[in-house]
């Protein structure tokens, strides 16, 4: 009779995989917690600490008082290490590092284009500096410029998304960059992903949309709905109806204010033409479409008219469930896989002998 490896062996086989990630964070998983606005607040950070993960507050355009009272906020409910997400192009960048630093966070990540020189000196100095690449050549880059560690994150992630899928761009990257940890992300739902990923070189995981909908998240139960009846394939990036006036790609949940988008830009365009706006003008109008609209689906509930920002693997949220429970969960189909594969190599060799 075949014998399956004990989960505590296949636990440490695990961790091994996984160490640097660990090391890194200081937390027991090498889970991360995607930074989402409105969403990545302190209760969803500290939860996600406390069981064994690695929050990110969402700074997003918070003031410095703000991001502050949310640090301390954080504090009072987890002594486990957490970290700050900031926007490069936040006008008050300078500043809220310095609220970071002040407020002895250990870990600030630093999204939304390549950060700014002075801002990864003041960083360096005091705290670990995380930076996503969205291809090889900036991952280099970001490495010579004092990135301490990297996240790639594929086009099936939520929110504001590149062109390249998580696939492609971990088989360009982790093969090539060993100097840092790489956090893979973008369409992560189940523990034998992050398994593979860890295999192929990832030090660890950043998911987003598995924890939007968790007990200890402050979203609308509306929002949270959305997420559990929504499939992958309703997960889609905003469309572009022509290329002079551009449009960033973000990837939410296709609804009424979606479809509002496509005949706003029509229109919009269609008075270009006319010469009733001028180029400027009628760009500003096409990206004022969604202004608020974050936030109207997130803490209003307002999920036809708001942006219900999710990546593809919220077609895996099958319910509201407790963040400690999540994190369990993918720990253990990851150690599920091992023990499988280990079960099957097994009975492999027993065949040939």
Known sequence: MLEQVNSSEAAARLDALWARGRDFLGTRTAIISGAMSWVSERHLVAAISNAGGFGVI????????????????????????????????????DDLIRVCLDA??????????????????????NAKLVCF???????????????????????????????????????EILPHIHDVPVFVAGGLGRGEAILAYLEMGAAGAQLGSRFAAAVESIAHPNFKNAFIRANARDAVPSVQLDPLFPVIPVRGLANEGTRKFL?????????????????TAAQLEIEHFWAGALRRAVVDGDVENGSVMAGQSVGMVSGEQKVADIIEELVGQAISAIQARDLSEKARRLASA
């Open 133 to 171: 690449a969205p291809a090889l050549v900036l991952a280099k880059r970001l490495i010579r410029s004092g990135a301490d560690a990297l996240v790639i994150e594929g086009s099936e992630a939520g929110g504001h998304i590149g062109p390249v899928s998580l696939t492609v761009l971990a088989q």
């Open 58 to 93: 969402a700074c997003g355009s918070m003031n410095p008082a703000l991001l502050e009272a949310e640090i301390a906020g954080t504090k009072n409910l987890t002594d486990k290490p957490f970290g700050v997400n900031l926007i490069t192009m936040h006008p008050q960048l």
């Open 104 to 125: 002895k966070i250990g870990h600030i990540v630093l999204a939304g284009g390549v950060p700014p020189g002075p801002a990864v000196r003041a960083i360096k100095d």
């Open 263 to 279: 005949a706003h830009q029509a229109e919009t365009i269609a008075r270009f033409k006319s010469g009733e706006l001028d180029k």
